[in-house]
Protein backbone atom coordinates (compact mmCIF):
# COMPACT_ATOMS: atom_id res chain seq x y z
CA UNK A 1 0.00 0.00 0.00
CA UNK A 2 1.01 3.78 -1.25
CA UNK A 3 -1.01 5.42 0.89
CA UNK A 4 -0.03 6.83 3.92
CA UNK A 5 -3.13 9.88 4.86
CA UNK A 6 -6.36 11.11 3.80
CA UNK A 7 -6.10 12.70 0.09
CA UNK A 8 -3.61 10.01 -1.73
CA UNK A 9 -6.33 8.59 -3.85
CA UNK A 10 -3.91 9.38 -6.79
CA UNK A 11 -1.80 6.99 -4.92
CA UNK A 12 -4.36 4.31 -4.24
CA UNK A 13 -5.28 4.24 -7.83
CA UNK A 14 -1.41 3.31 -8.53
CA UNK A 15 -2.46 0.32 -6.49
CA UNK A 16 -5.54 -0.34 -7.82
CA UNK A 17 -3.53 -0.52 -11.15
CA UNK A 18 -0.98 -2.79 -10.37
CA UNK A 19 -4.10 -5.42 -9.68
CA UNK A 20 -5.16 -4.69 -12.68
CA UNK A 21 -2.49 -5.37 -14.51
CA UNK A 22 -1.40 -8.51 -12.95
CA UNK A 23 -4.39 -9.60 -14.48
CA UNK A 24 -4.09 -8.18 -17.55
CA UNK A 25 -7.22 -5.79 -17.78
CA UNK A 26 -6.89 -2.36 -19.78
CA UNK A 27 -7.88 0.46 -18.12
CA UNK A 28 -7.45 4.34 -18.37
CA UNK A 29 -7.93 6.98 -15.66
CA UNK A 30 -10.47 9.63 -16.58
CA UNK A 31 -12.09 12.06 -14.08
CA UNK A 32 -10.31 15.04 -11.97
CA UNK A 33 -6.90 12.60 -12.70
CA UNK A 34 -7.21 13.45 -16.01
CA UNK A 35 -8.27 16.44 -16.00
CA UNK A 36 -4.84 17.23 -13.98
CA UNK A 37 -2.95 16.06 -17.18
CA UNK A 38 -5.23 17.97 -19.65
CA UNK A 39 -5.85 20.77 -18.00
CA UNK A 40 -6.76 21.60 -14.95
CA UNK A 41 -5.49 20.72 -11.44
CA UNK A 42 -8.36 20.76 -9.12
CA UNK A 43 -8.28 19.30 -5.80
CA UNK A 44 -11.09 16.30 -4.75
CA UNK A 45 -11.75 15.95 -1.45
CA UNK A 46 -13.26 13.17 -0.74
CA UNK A 47 -15.25 12.42 2.63
CA UNK A 48 -14.04 8.73 2.83
CA UNK A 49 -10.37 9.62 2.92
CA UNK A 50 -8.82 7.68 -0.25
CA UNK A 51 -11.35 5.98 -2.43
CA UNK A 52 -10.54 4.53 -6.18
CA UNK A 53 -14.06 4.08 -8.28
CA UNK A 54 -13.49 1.05 -11.24
CA UNK A 55 -15.84 1.36 -13.63
CA UNK A 56 -16.16 -1.16 -16.05
CA UNK A 57 -18.68 -1.12 -19.66
CA UNK A 58 -19.06 2.10 -20.25
CA UNK A 59 -21.45 3.04 -22.40
CA UNK A 60 -21.11 4.68 -25.66
CA UNK A 61 -17.17 4.65 -24.75
CA UNK A 62 -14.84 4.19 -28.04
CA UNK A 63 -13.22 0.65 -28.60
CA UNK A 64 -9.92 2.48 -29.39
CA UNK A 65 -9.52 4.63 -25.96
CA UNK A 66 -7.84 2.05 -24.23
CA UNK A 67 -5.32 1.99 -27.32
CA UNK A 68 -5.15 6.20 -26.93
CA UNK A 69 -4.47 6.12 -23.23
CA UNK A 70 -1.69 8.26 -22.83
CA UNK A 71 1.09 6.62 -20.34
CA UNK A 72 2.70 9.29 -17.99
CA UNK A 73 5.19 8.49 -14.73
CA UNK A 74 3.84 8.96 -11.66
CA UNK A 75 5.49 7.93 -8.09
CA UNK A 76 7.92 6.02 -9.32
CA UNK A 77 4.98 3.68 -11.66
CA UNK A 78 2.60 4.66 -14.45
CA UNK A 79 -0.63 5.53 -15.02
CA UNK A 80 -2.16 5.47 -18.33
CA UNK A 81 -4.44 8.82 -18.92
CA UNK A 82 -7.31 8.95 -21.12
CA UNK A 83 -6.88 11.16 -24.49
CA UNK A 84 -7.68 14.52 -24.10
CA UNK A 85 -10.29 14.08 -27.03
CA UNK A 86 -11.74 11.25 -24.61
CA UNK A 87 -11.88 12.92 -21.74
CA UNK A 88 -13.48 16.01 -23.60
CA UNK A 89 -16.41 13.88 -24.78
CA UNK A 90 -17.03 11.87 -21.47
CA UNK A 91 -16.89 15.41 -19.59
CA UNK A 92 -19.98 16.51 -22.65
CA UNK A 93 -22.06 13.34 -21.95
CA UNK A 94 -23.40 14.03 -19.01
CA UNK A 95 -23.80 17.99 -19.88
CA UNK A 96 -23.88 19.17 -16.41
CA UNK A 97 -22.37 22.93 -15.79
CA UNK A 98 -19.07 21.85 -13.54
CA UNK A 99 -19.10 18.80 -16.50
CA UNK A 100 -18.99 21.38 -19.22
CA UNK A 101 -16.14 23.88 -17.53
CA UNK A 102 -14.21 20.52 -16.79
CA UNK A 103 -14.47 20.15 -20.88
CA UNK A 104 -13.64 23.09 -22.05
CA UNK A 105 -10.16 23.98 -19.79
CA UNK A 106 -8.35 20.70 -21.34
CA UNK A 107 -9.77 21.73 -24.67
CA UNK A 108 -8.65 25.79 -23.73
CA UNK A 109 -5.09 24.05 -22.30
CA UNK A 110 -4.45 22.37 -25.55
CA UNK A 111 -5.33 25.67 -27.71
CA UNK A 112 -5.72 23.46 -31.07
CA UNK A 113 -3.77 20.54 -30.66
CA UNK A 114 -7.38 19.05 -30.12
CA UNK A 115 -8.19 16.47 -32.71
CA UNK A 116 -11.93 17.44 -33.82
CA UNK A 117 -12.36 15.21 -35.74
CA UNK A 118 -11.87 12.51 -33.55
CA UNK A 119 -13.84 13.93 -30.99
CA UNK A 120 -16.68 15.00 -33.35
CA UNK A 121 -16.52 10.68 -33.68
CA UNK A 122 -16.03 9.77 -30.02
CA UNK A 123 -18.92 12.33 -29.03
CA UNK A 124 -20.96 10.54 -31.39
CA UNK A 125 -20.36 7.25 -30.06
CA UNK A 126 -22.30 8.77 -26.98
CA UNK A 127 -25.28 9.85 -28.56
CA UNK A 128 -26.43 13.17 -30.45
CA UNK A 129 -26.97 14.89 -26.82
CA UNK A 130 -22.83 14.78 -26.15
CA UNK A 131 -22.44 15.66 -30.20
CA UNK A 132 -25.05 18.71 -29.85
CA UNK A 133 -22.68 19.67 -26.43
CA UNK A 134 -19.42 19.44 -28.77
CA UNK A 135 -20.64 21.35 -31.25
CA UNK A 136 -21.76 24.51 -28.84
CA UNK A 137 -18.64 24.11 -27.10
CA UNK A 138 -16.19 24.64 -30.18
CA UNK A 139 -19.23 27.46 -31.25
CA UNK A 140 -18.25 28.87 -27.76
CA UNK A 141 -21.15 28.89 -26.89
CA UNK B 1 -15.81 45.07 -9.04
CA UNK B 2 -13.50 42.73 -10.16
CA UNK B 3 -9.85 42.47 -8.75
CA UNK B 4 -7.26 43.44 -11.46
CA UNK B 5 -4.40 42.08 -9.08
CA UNK B 6 -6.92 38.99 -8.69
CA UNK B 7 -7.28 39.02 -12.76
CA UNK B 8 -3.30 39.03 -12.95
CA UNK B 9 -2.22 36.54 -10.43
CA UNK B 10 -4.82 34.50 -12.20
CA UNK B 11 -3.48 34.65 -15.57
CA UNK B 12 -0.09 34.22 -13.74
CA UNK B 13 -1.24 31.12 -12.49
CA UNK B 14 -2.76 29.27 -15.38
CA UNK B 15 0.36 30.29 -17.40
CA UNK B 16 2.30 28.45 -14.99
CA UNK B 17 0.17 25.83 -15.05
CA UNK B 18 0.55 25.66 -18.52
CA UNK B 19 4.29 25.05 -18.53
CA UNK B 20 3.89 21.95 -16.22
CA UNK B 21 4.53 18.54 -17.91
CA UNK B 22 2.13 15.64 -17.33
CA UNK B 23 4.19 13.54 -14.86
CA UNK B 24 4.59 17.35 -12.48
CA UNK B 25 0.70 17.87 -13.50
CA UNK B 26 -0.32 14.55 -11.57
CA UNK B 27 2.20 15.64 -8.96
CA UNK B 28 0.68 19.05 -8.37
CA UNK B 29 -2.65 17.17 -8.42
CA UNK B 30 -1.56 14.79 -5.68
CA UNK B 31 0.26 17.21 -3.75
CA UNK B 32 -3.30 19.58 -3.71
CA UNK B 33 -5.50 16.80 -2.70
CA UNK B 34 -3.27 16.02 0.30
CA UNK B 35 -3.26 19.82 1.65
CA UNK B 36 -7.19 20.36 0.72
CA UNK B 37 -7.67 17.41 2.86
CA UNK B 38 -5.38 18.85 5.94
CA UNK B 39 -7.37 21.79 5.58
CA UNK B 40 -10.42 20.16 5.88
CA UNK B 41 -9.27 18.09 8.91
CA UNK B 42 -8.13 20.82 10.37
CA UNK B 43 -11.12 22.58 10.22
CA UNK B 44 -13.48 19.84 11.21
CA UNK B 45 -11.11 19.66 14.47
CA UNK B 46 -11.22 23.60 15.20
CA UNK B 47 -15.24 24.15 14.65
CA UNK B 48 -17.34 22.52 17.27
CA UNK B 49 -20.20 21.10 16.19
CA UNK B 50 -23.06 24.15 15.71
CA UNK B 51 -25.95 23.78 18.48
CA UNK B 52 -29.31 23.57 17.47
CA UNK B 53 -30.77 27.02 18.12
CA UNK B 54 -32.89 27.88 21.47
CA UNK B 55 -36.79 27.71 20.93
Known amino acids: MRTRQAGESALLLLDAVDVLARVGIRYAVIGAMAAAVHGVVRALSDPFGNRVDLLFGLRGLHAEAFARAVPIPFQGGELRVASGEDCIAMKLFPDGPQDRLDAQHPRAAAAGSVDSRLLQEIASGYGPETVAAWDRLRAGS | ?55
Request: charged share 30%.
Open chain 2, 1 to 55: MKSRLAEAQRRSLSEAMRRLTPEQRLDAYLVHCRLVMALQQGGARRVPATKPPRA
